[in-house]
């Protein structure tokens, strides 16, 4: 009956110690586990009852719930913000990246299509693969749509070519 109860306390993990005395009092000491990072959350100290057995029988559930499921509550509040913290920095840091790689390659492209030397009869298959590469990262991107488009033009057969 006592563990039937202490889990419909509704906490995830909870450390329990319990002592008992020459003289029959018992000390019960109860500990919701915490996941989170935040120090704050840590100066959580537990929550100890002591009483004679019979006295902790009959109210030690009705004692601890309310206490156990604020603190719960607390607790699982700061492990979700911490978890929406976390992935909120890995999608900064990858839109960062992302943007970055798609610079590199527009300087690429650009590099490639605006050298003196390009040839676009000869380079246009050059040009239409880094613009793939920028469109493969950012599918709407202005630029590599117009290279592509124009580069196009040279790849289809010439009424004057062998």
Known sequence: MFFQKLATLNVKQV?????????K???VSVLPKVNAQDKAITKIKQLTLTASAEELDQKFFDIIQQPMEKTSEIISNIEEYEKNLEQAQKNSQYNKDKKEKIKKTILALTE????KEFNALKDHQKA?????????????N?????IIETMKKY???SLFSE
């Open 128 to 140: 239409i693969n880094l613009a793939q590469k920028v469109l493969d990262i950012d599918p709407k």
């Open 25 to 27: 009092i018992v000390s």
């Open 15 to 23: 450390t329990l110690a319990i002592t008992i005395s020459t003289d």
């Open 142 to 146: 202005k630029k590599a749509l117009d």
């Open 155 to 157: 790849n289809k057969p």
């Open 112 to 115: 490639c299509t605006d050298h």
